[in-house]
């Protein structure tokens, strides 16, 4: 196994910079894809190379492994890089790439098989001692023995698909009477969303914390994790809100989670980059949840209190190198809170709000970072998440840390779509959040959409400037290109010779 020297990550926005800023670092060529829709995207335009790959939505592009794999074969590239969504956590696309010839910046397939359903998840784990929420170990296939076995473990009680996650298929039962009715629903959107109507029950921790633990494994069967991230501030059962180092956790606790996310991640054999999630209930209870094999949205924070690159150390570890560190020898300092910017409306419920980018300027200043995807002028496309940027601060402490994404997120300025900038604002600076004594009821205990006041324009005059800046942006737009599948673009070229 040899050094890597190009790399395509199939993946768009603000993950696909984020990646290709660390290859660059290290020498490493970059090849983006894109979709009709992100014509002249900032990947697009950052990476040396570009080929296009289909229609916008992401079933006829992102998706399709071929149009992918041959992509990687027309631009010479060596390796692949599948950044996170899409199909980064699909066996059959590792496989793909390294029956291709190609190396695969992540898991084995094995891994990323038996991670994928919580059931052979939960299996695994409770093989190497993990502790685990009670429940069923086997999918439904009889709807009176559910019952029965939710009786005896105790409303409330939590259906969860087997597959996927953000919390499809997912249903709260508080008594018997509801269960068959919200059995229905979980199993008919979890076959919608996952192609698999699989479910299972376990008990529901009423007040629970999202802790999760990032892990890292090299091919020689060495695996150390790096500490935890708090994410218990959600809205629909997905992450807004992350820190790092959690405000609860004593040393003590976190010394046996991180034991137990290590031993998550032996029992599949794990290396590259991975995330093992668990519950902390309100007596510092924890159980094993779920492990995501791959990179997570969230890991700047572990990079921001441990000083390391997680890409970099996912390329050498897929070159075949040692971890460079053993658990003893890794250590954090202060801490870092990260604040996902969507293009999404908090006072209607957290909906989609796409469309045009009026105005678009990012906060700066010490321990200020914006892991960004979109500029003044791009169009937030309606076919995928419409997640624009993250924001990360990190101080000496925690206190500082909020005081200083508070003023970041009041540098933020967005117009042309809705975001979660205020909702964010409104979560540090809570005193619940402030105190630490929060969970991931959070939103559903304490925001409503009066939280963020009354808006501050009229929503005729909103539409009206982004129907004018729409019309521009077609206007000046219509003689932009993008690269040529087997040719660098003309905007790289003039950067790398210095002339940009």
Not at 2 to 8: A, E, R
Not at 84 to 101: C, H, I, N, Q, T
Not at 372 to 398: F, H, Q, T, W
Not at 425 to 444: E, I, L, M, Q
């Amino acid at each position: 196994m040899g050094k890597i020297k190009k790399v395509l990550v199939a993946n768009r926005g603000e993950i696909a910079l984020r990646i290709f800023k660390s290859l660059k670092e290290l020498s490493i060529e970059t090849v983006a894809v894109f979709s009709d829709a992100d014509r002249g995207a900032l990947h697009v335009r950052y990476a040396d190379q570009a080929v296009y790959i289909g229609p916008s939505p992401a079933s006829q592009s992102y998706l399709q492994i071929d149009k992918i794999l041959d992509a990687a074969r027309v631009t010479g590239a060596d390796a692949i890089h599948p950044g996170y969504g899409f199909l980064s956590e699909k066996e059959d696309f590792a496989r793909a790439v390294r029956e291709a010839g190609l190396t695969y910046i992540g898991p084995s397939e094995h891994s990323i098989q038996t991670m994928g359903s919580k059931l052979e998840a939960k299996r695994a784990a409770q093989a190497f001692g993990v502790p685990l929420v009670p429940g069923t170990a086997a999918p439904i296939t009889d709807t009176q023995e559910a019952i029965r076995l939710a009786n005896e473990i105790g409303f409330p009680i939590l259906i969860k698909a087997s597959a996927g996650g953000g919390g499809k298929g997912m249903r709260i039962v508080h008594q018997a009477v509801d269960f068959e009715a919200q059995l229905e629903r979980a199993k008919s959107e979890a076959l919608a969303s996952f192609g698999d109507d699989a479910v299972f029950i376990e008990k529901y921790v009423t007040s629970p914390r999202h802790i999760e633990f990032q892990i890292l494994g090299d091919q020689h069967g060495n695996i150390v994790h790096l500490f935890e991230r708090e994410c218990s501030i959600q809205r629909r059962h997905q992450k807004v809100i992350e820190e790092a180092p959690s405000s609860v956790l004593t040393p003590e606790l976190r010394e046996r989670m991180g034991s137990a996310a290590v031993n998550v991640a032996r029992s599949c054999g794990y290396y590259n980059a991975g995330t093992v999630e668990f519950i902390l209930d309100d007596a510092l209870n924890f159980y094993f949840l779920e492990m995501n094999t791959r990179l997570q949205v969230e890991h700047p924070v572990t990079e921001m209190i441990t000083g390391l690159d997680l890409v970099r150390l996912q390329v050498r570890i897929a070159e075949g190198e040692k971890l460079p560190f053993t658990q003893s020898e890794l250590t954090f300092s202060g801490h870092a809170i990260e604040a996902r910017i969507y293009a999404e409306d908090p006072q209607r419920q957290f909906m989609p709000d796409p469309g045009l980018l009026r105005s678009y300027e990012v906060p700066s200043g010490n321990g200020v970072r914006v892991d960004n995807g979109y500029e003044a002028g791009s169009e937030v496309p309606v076919y995928y998440d419409p997640m624009l940027a993250k924001l990360i601060c990190y101080a000496e402490n925690r206190e500082q840390a909020i005081a200083k994404m508070i003023r970041a997120l009041s540098d933020y300025t967005i117009s042309g779509v809705s975001t979660t900038l205020a909702f964010c604002r409104f979560a540090v600076d809570h005193p619940a959040f402030r105190s630490g004594d929060f969970d991931t009821h959070f939103v559903a205990n304490h925001f409503t959409p009066e939280s963020l006041g009354q808006r501050s324009i009229p929503e005729e005059i909103e539409r009206m400037a982004v129907a004018l800046a729409y019309t521009h942006s077609q206007q000046t737009s219509t003689a932009s290109s993008v690269t040529k599948v087997d040719q660098p673009s003309p905007w790289f070229k003039n950067r790398k010779h210095g002339r940009d």
